[in-house]
């Protein structure tokens, strides 16, 4: 008997050694430690032996089947580690490969010229200002020398929302709104912002776009202020080699008023189909504040004066970066959008 379970022990050590998968591994443990395999029956077959002989035996069958399940468990462990070895080469990552572009947005054209035309007045001293987009008439016409009534307001035709209530129809309200908080001191703002008009919407015009406001009020504020102002304004927007030319112009709110042209930045002034042929583009609408407009907001017009501008934020985008079409901007549509990827700077 004893015999008989050596070679039981030898043969399931052989057969352990040689599987090669858990499965396999779980056959050798059934056919060898299982209920109907030759160890267990052994043990049945104690009961023929002699009382002297059956402990001993009995101690044996227990070392044979402890020192098999030993090594069942020990190849268990070794195959284990070979099946997840297996599975992590399968699953390894080839970080060789070139990873995924990550899409990554860029600035709205709009808020970069904004951006860049605050940086330029906010180094030249200037603060930020802001005002609301759902205005009170008066500030948006009557405290700017524009009286109910005046033939200079349907230029300007807006949303009303009662009377006296209305989508503003530029960013000049700020100036009153400004003056009135700063009470006779000397200012220096300017204020980008949404503007509305009741205008049909097309390839230049649009019921909603974007202004920048400029406001200077102080002792010995002239038009050379305004001039040299502009003309740095227009340098940093369209290059170091641009001039400006004012024009004689009218906007209730200012006197003198002007327009301002700045040399084509296409042709450098030859003439092209950009400036359509007359060497200048307008850019903006300027001018010395007028008095009963600093008078109105409590500024006395005998000791200070001042000057303004007002600046169409879709222009210059339009003409810095060849837009054909003002509608583009709004539009949200990502051919046009990252296009300006690129050049983000
Ligand atoms: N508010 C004017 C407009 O929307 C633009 C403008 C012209 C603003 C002259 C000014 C200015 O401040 O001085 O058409």
């Not at 524009?146 to 300007?156: F, S, T």
């Not at 949303?159 to 503003?168: A, C, H, N, S």
Request: glycine content about 8%; aromatic content about 6%.
């Amino acid at each position: 008997m004893e015999q008989q379970l050596k070679q039981l022990e030898q043969e399931a050590l052989e057969k352990l050694q040689a599987a090669t998968s858990l499965k396999e591994l779980n056959e050798v443990r059934v056919a060898y430690l299982g209920k109907k395999g030759p160890i267990t029956d052994l043990l049945k077959g104690m009961g023929k032996l002699s009382p002297e002989e059956r402990p001993k035996m009995g101690a044996l069958v227990n070392t044979v089947r402890e020192y098999v399940t030993a090594e069942l468990e020990k190849k268990a462990a070794v195959l284990e580690e070979q099946a997840i070895q297996e599975q992590l080469e399968k699953e390894s990552v080839d970080v060789t490969l070139p990873g995924r572009k990550i899409k990554t947005g860029n600035r709205h054209p709009l808020t970069r010229v904004i951006e860049e035309i605050e940086d330029l007045f906010v180094s030249m001293g200037y603060e930020i200002a802001e005002g609301p987009e759902v205005e009170k008439d008066y500030y948006n016409f009557e405290a700017l020398n524009l009286p109910k009534g005046h033939p200079a307001r349907d230029m300007q035709d807006t949303f009303y929302i009662t009377e006296e209530t209305l989508l503003r129809t530029h960013t000049s309200p700020v100036q009153a709104r400004t003056m009135e908080l700063k009470k006779g001191e000397p200012i220096r703002i300017i204020c980008p912002g949404k503007v509305f008009r009741r205008d049909n919407d097309d390839a230049t015009h649009s019921h909603q776009f974007m202004q920048i406001e400029g406001l200077v009020i102080g002792e010995n504020i002239h038009m050379s202020d305004l001039k040299g102002t502009l003309d740095a304004l227009a340098k940093k927007m369209f290059g170091e080699e641009r001039e400006i030319r004012l024009r004689p112009s009218f906007f209730p709110f200012t006197e003198p008023s002007v327009e301002v042209d700045v040399s084509c930045h296409k042709c450098g002034g030859s003439g092209c189909n950009v400036c359509k042929h007359t060497g200048w583009i307008e850019i903006l609408g300027a001018g010395m504040v007028h008095p009963n407009v600093l008078e109105m907001a409590g500024y006395d017009s005998k000791k200070v004066s001042g000057f303004a501008f007002g600046i169409g934020a879709e222009r210059i985008a339009m003409l810095k970066y060849g837009v054909d079409d003002i509608r583009h901007f709004y539009t949200n549509d990502n051919r046009f959008l990252s296009q300006f990827h690129r050049t983000e700077g």
